[in-house]
């Protein structure tokens, strides 16, 4: 008897695996995107796992424009009156002092370890000239040895320590220029580390941060993201202090004196809750300019942009930026065909027919889509470019899954090829015997994974697969 059930359970797998669609039922019913991973259970999901009904606006948003220039006097006169009106929340530890000199003689090093003292002396004097001897920037709050975001932080201080010390003069009444240093070198790592993540999803005041940054910066945006990533990566090698300094040095020097001080700037307005950067942002010189630039580009408002970003997916291999709007954040609806860019219709809401170009109507789940689109069209079937499973719905989130970009129509056969070539094991793609082309791809990120159903419709429709 094992022998015909087991054959029996195997002949109702493979069943399931060539009739399952890829991407979510279709219309008429069925199995749903999810039941045919059994190797995945985790994945499965009903087909509306979000409950939410709402409407909102899927857009790319565009990196083609210049970034603002902030001067010196701008930047002086913004931090200034940001910190002496609204102190920032810097630590309140109490380190140590000459915290390098005592992990120096605390013992002998074996050899592996001699750069962890070398680098904590130097560490040490740095904050002796500084004015604040001992863990100035708060580094060792964690152990007793720098860690490799440590050393980031660091690097980071030495790269926006110069931009600051116009500043120092006006605010060392008041506060220790220092720990200002300290606030803001954290702040501005834990925000790129969430940009800098494998299609980062953010939300809350790190969106927030993202937009401003974005309408600031326009194409030196993804600048500011490469010259972080390469700091990242080189910190932890160093060894020494000046390695860490020449790390610092290099990131300033990539992305320039300009985009330097926009980083501090919106940094510094970042430090703190969602409500004060809501605040700060329209505060900012060069903020006008900024919102003018993306409202001419987009028919966005940039503030409206900002505080209404649900969600907000930065590709920085791809050089892309997507965000989730409500529809209220639109400031506009289509562009001109001949206005130079210039977006043609006012409204506070775009009308139903029409959106920024570049944008896609966005839905909270798949039954919401398919009630205002209606049918695929006769004998298709729809069908999620990225996929419509568990995994990339918390990664994601449901906007950017079911929208008018990224859910298409298929002709039924086809669309039934595509459902079995992800269910397969392709080792030439995967380099794994043991995983389906799905289990691969859901590990890409957003655009990876959008090329690619791209490139398997196109092979597949042409035969070649």
Same mark, same amino acid.
């Given at each position: 008897?094992?022998?015909?059930?087991?054959? +029996?359970?195997?002949?109702?797998?493979?069943?399931?695996?060539?009739?399952?669609?890829?991407?979510?039922?279709p219309?008429?019913?069925?199995?749903?995107?999810?039941?045919?991973?059994l190797?995945?259970?985790e994945?499965?999901?009903?087909?509306?796992?979000?409950?939410?009904?709402?409407?909102?606006?899927?857009?790319?948003?565009?990196?083609?424009?210049?970034p @603002?220039?902030?001067?010196?006097?701008?930047? *002086?006169?913004?931090?200034? *009156?940001?910190?002496?009106?609204?102190p920032?929340?810097?630590?309140?530890?109490?380190?140590?002092l000459?915290?390098?000199?005592?992990?120096?003689?605390?013992?002998?090093?074996?050899?592996?370890?001699?750069?962890?003292?070398?680098?904590?002396?130097?560490?040490?004097?740095?904050?002796?000239?500084?004015?604040?001897?001992?863990?100035?920037?708060?580094?060792?709050?964690?152990?007793?040895?720098?860690?490799?975001?440590?050393?980031?932080?660091?690097?980071?201080?030495?790269?926006?320590?110069p931009?600051?010390?116009?500043?120092?003069?006006?605010?060392?009444?008041m506060?220790?220029?220092?720990?200002?240093?300290?606030?803001?070198?954290?702040?501005? *790592?834990?925000?790129?580390?969430?940009l800098?993540?494998?299609?980062p999803?953010?939300?809350?005041?790190?969106?927030?941060?993202?937009?401003?940054?974005?309408g600031?910066?326009?194409?030196?945006?993804?600048?500011?993201?490469?010259a972080?990533?390469?700091?990242?990566?080189?910190?932890?090698?160093?060894?020494?202090?000046?390695?860490?300094?020449?790390? +610092?040095?290099?990131?300033?020097r990539?992305i320039?004196?300009?985009?330097?001080?926009?980083?501090?700037?919106?940094?510094?307005?970042a430090?703190g809750?969602?409500?004060?950067?809501?605040?700060?942002?329209?505060?900012?010189?060069?903020?006008?300019?900024?919102?003018? *630039?993306?409202?001419?580009?987009?028919?966005?408002?940039?503030?409206?942009?900002?505080?209404?970003?649900?969600?907000?997916?930065v590709?920085?291999?791809e050089?892309?930026i997507? @965000?989730?709007?409500p529809?209220?954040?639109?400031?506009?609806?289509?562009?001109?065909?001949?206005?130079?860019?210039?977006?043609?219709?006012?409204?506070?809401?775009?009308?139903? +027919?029409?959106?920024?170009?570049?944008?896609?109507?966005?839905?909270?789940?798949?039954?919401?889509?398919?009630?205002y689109?209606?049918?695929?069209?006769?004998?298709?079937?729809?069908?999620?470019?990225?996929?419509?499973?568990?995994?990339?719905?918390?990664?994601?989130?449901?906007?950017?899954?079911?929208?008018?970009?990224?859910?298409?129509?298929?002709?039924?056969?086809?669309?039934?090829?595509?459902?079995?070539?992800?269910?397969?094991?392709?080792?030439?793609?995967?380099?794994?015997?043991g995983?389906?082309?799905?289990?691969?791809?859901?590990t890409?990120?957003?655009?990876?994974?959008?090329?690619?159903?791209?490139?398997?419709?196109?092979?597949?429709?042409?035969?070649?697969?």
């Open positions: 008897m094992c022998g015909p059930l087991r054959m +029996g359970a195997l002949a109702l797998a493979v069943l399931m695996l060539l009739t399952a669609c890829a991407t979510g039922a219309s008429g019913g069925g199995l749903t995107a999810y039941r045919y991973d190797s995945t259970p994945d499965a999901s009903e087909d509306d796992e979000d409950s939410g009904e709402g409407e909102a606006v899927f857009s790319n948003l565009p990196t083609d424009f210049q @603002v220039r902030v001067g010196d006097s701008d930047f *002086t006169a913004a931090l200034t *009156t940001f910190w002496l009106q609204v920032l929340r810097v630590s309140t530890s109490c380190p140590p000459y915290v390098g000199r005592k992990l120096a003689l605390a013992s002998v090093p074996s050899s592996g370890e001699a750069w962890q003292s070398d680098l904590a002396q130097s560490y040490g004097r740095f904050c002796e000239r500084r004015g604040t001897p001992g863990d100035c920037l708060t580094l060792f709050d964690d152990g007793p040895r720098l860690q490799a975001d440590d050393k980031r932080s660091m690097a980071l201080a030495l790269a926006v320590g931009a600051l010390e116009g500043v120092d003069g006006e605010v060392r009444a506060l220790n220029p220092t720990r200002v240093l300290a606030t803001l070198s954290f702040t501005i *790592t834990a925000y790129m580390a969430l800098l993540a494998p299609e999803v953010t939300k809350g005041v790190a969106a927030m941060f993202s937009v401003l940054m974005w600031y910066l326009g194409w030196e945006f993804f600048d500011l993201l490469r972080y990533a390469q700091l990242y990566e080189d910190a932890p090698r160093a060894s020494t202090f000046a390695e860490l300094r020449e790390v +610092g040095e290099r990131f300033g990539v320039g004196p300009n985009s330097v001080r926009i980083l501090v700037m919106v940094a510094t307005a430090v809750e969602t409500a004060a950067l809501m605040s700060k942002g329209p505060k900012l010189p060069g903020f006008g300019q900024a919102s003018r *630039t993306v409202e001419a580009n987009t028919g966005l408002r940039l503030m409206d942009a900002a505080t209404g970003a649900e969600r907000v997916l590709s920085v291999n050089g892309t997507r @965000v989730v709007l529809v209220n954040a639109v400031s506009m609806t289509a562009r001109n065909d001949g206005g130079g860019g210039r977006p043609a219709v006012e409204s506070n809401e775009p009308a139903r +027919g029409g959106l920024l170009a570049g944008a896609h109507r966005a839905f909270r789940s798949f039954r919401a889509f398919k009630r689109m209606g049918k695929a069209g006769e004998g298709k079937e729809w069908h999620h470019l990225v996929e419509k499973h568990g995994f990339n719905l918390k990664r994601f989130g449901a906007e950017a899954l079911h929208n008018t970009e990224n859910v298409i129509p298929l002709e039924k056969g086809l669309h039934t090829k595509v459902s079995a070539f992800y269910s397969s094991k392709n080792f030439e793609l995967t380099g794994s015997y995983l389906t082309v799905r289990e691969w791809i859901r890409q990120g957003y655009e990876a994974q959008r090329s690619f159903g791209l490139y398997v419709i196109k092979k597949i429709r042409s035969g070649e697969w």
